[in-house]
DNA sequence: TATGAATGAGATTTCATTCAT
DNA sequence: CATGAATGAAATCTCATTCAT
């Protein structure tokens, strides 16, 4: 693995053991393996870094809601396949998916970069999911970014009680959820 | 205005504005009008500081939760009760909110502040309420933990979307999260 | 002493011992006596000290110039006065004299700085001293700034060979310097 | 041209435009278009490498100093010679003009540099001009080195308003500098 | 209590130098 | 010879905390 990578991961590693605001550039150099000025050949200082690391975890995660996605399914069937997808990545990449869960409305992170998309357009296709689905009559009728914030905002949260382990995660929960964001949404 | 609240005004703000890790004593000293030394006639150290201002704005939302709180009432009355309240103290002080949500899960935070009830008992309330559902057939079987999960996380999405200006929230999208975060669970 | 004046003069020590490009902040310190942080309450940073320094020694020897200055005395007397003042200054306060004349022409003054009059106008007083004795026909016509530079130069130069100990500056040697740059403008 | 002289010359360059202090070698690599490392193929270190600069520059200027010497011509001559040159050397050679009036005091140059002579013995040779013409009566009787001083001094002094726009330098200028100089040790 | 100049530990950052290629 | 990524010692700078007033 480069340098580069070494960093971003001990940054990653760093941010979700002791939160960003006790992240210091020893530590991070400690757990990167790296000497102190390695990092300036990559990044021109802490922000900089941060936010590369966002970037990245969100075109990981962006890559990973796509997996297995076929605009041929039916309706259902590509809502399935999103919202699993979103809980998997974050049950397998729990690092990541805090990370950009704490830092999308930060003011740490730039709002270009909130707003980004990711080059497998995961973002537009939830939103051309939902416009579909109140079009043929199967999903309630209301502002389309608001109807994503629903259905994103059960997995956050169930991950999230996931993660300090207020209860098990598994193929029950998984479906609960499932059905839950799907009846949260419907007409 | 005290000193004190002063300076936990000036602290909520900052957080607010710049993220707790750009909140530095000099910013929150020429903010809150105070010498640099008074803090400490108040506070030991900056996460004492942080700490009562976290319990303060949980001592506060309790409070808001249980606002016109009729325990008499009908099982889904108390529900939109608790939801609407909920949604309105984040409407009504989001800074506040978003501090609450960003710092639950974060090491800043001792862990028993993190788990404290409010003199209003407003956690252990929603609870029982989902266990009651559940004993009458209209809540789904679920964990009670898991359960509140969901309809936070879809009144925390909601607001965060709305923080950012996705939508606006009046009373449409109002009734549209009520209905959704109901349908959520319903058997 | 203040800590302000304090540090400016170990500045100007520090930078006459071993020049500015081994001044560092930590030597600074040590010698002013002052704690590392210190510093930054009154100078935002090394550029703003030095150029503090320079403007303080600049002020110092414009007043020092005018020393028993009398506008009614003989045009002679006058520009006696001002190259003995200038001469007087050096050998009483070589650290001044040099910091001065090592940094007016260095990029690290900003120009306004290298142009700045001072209190008492001893450039001004200099300049139209040169342009009364063109109008009486004692000094030779050139550019008042050109021979301004002639006579300061004399001065600078015979000054820095006497730091270096090329030879002793006692009265002779005053009188020979005064004599020398009085012929070198006359007509 | 060499690596070795592209890196002389951007060093030459560079602390012209922004004074030693802010020399960096990775500014130094960049203008030089160097790699890192080339410099210590012929450099050990950078205080080396400025030394190198220094010595070729006041060879460059002893060469140029004796350029049309005659010994044979009479003193005035040879003495206008010796002026001529080292001002248009100052004209056409800003750069190396102030690296070595800046750097002569200075302790970042060996000692045995500066008080180097050069090939063709520029230094000599103005002082026994000096002390022939003390011989003859026509030069005032002083140190040689204090009479040296005062000529040299006029040229730096007026190259510095030059340089920094304070006038023009044309004929005009330097016959009077030249004049100014001439008479100022004159009997 | 309230203040703010002073502090110094520790964070960030720079930059001359090395070394594998 | 030439390169430039990597280094780490040393520099700059920040900021929570103290303390005399």
């Known amino acids: 693995m480069s340098k580069k990578q070494d960093i971003m991961a001990a940054t990653l590693d760093l941010i979700h053991e002791e939160g960003l605001q006790s992240v210091t550039f020893s530590k991070l150099f400690k757990r990167a393996n790296v000497g102190s000025g390695t990092i300036y050949n990559y990044f021109a200082n802490k922000e900089e870094l941060v936010n590369a690391v966002y970037k990245e975890a969100r075109l990981h995660m962006g890559e990973y809601l796509m997996q297995g996605y076929d605009p041929e399914a039916s309706l259902y069937e590509r809502f399935k396949c999103l919202q699993l997808n979103r809980l998997r990545f974050g049950i397998d990449f729990p690092k990541e998916f805090l990370f950009i869960d704490s830092f999308s409305y930060s003011p740490y992170i730039s709002p270009e970069l909130r707003n980004m998309d990711d080059p497998r357009h995961s973002v537009e296709v939830v939103l051309s999911l939902i416009v579909e689905g109140q079009k043929h009559g199967v ?11 629903l259905i994103h905002g059960i997995i956050s949260s169930v991950l999230k009680g996931y993660y300090v382990e207020k209860y ?20």
Chains 1, 2, 3, 4 share one sequence.
């Open 168 to 187: 098990p995660l598994n193929e029950i929960q998984i479906q609960q959820m499932l059905e839950a964001s799907w009846k949260a949404i419907l007409v």
């Open 139 to 149: 999903i309630k009728e209301m502002d389309s970014h608001f109807c994503h914030q």
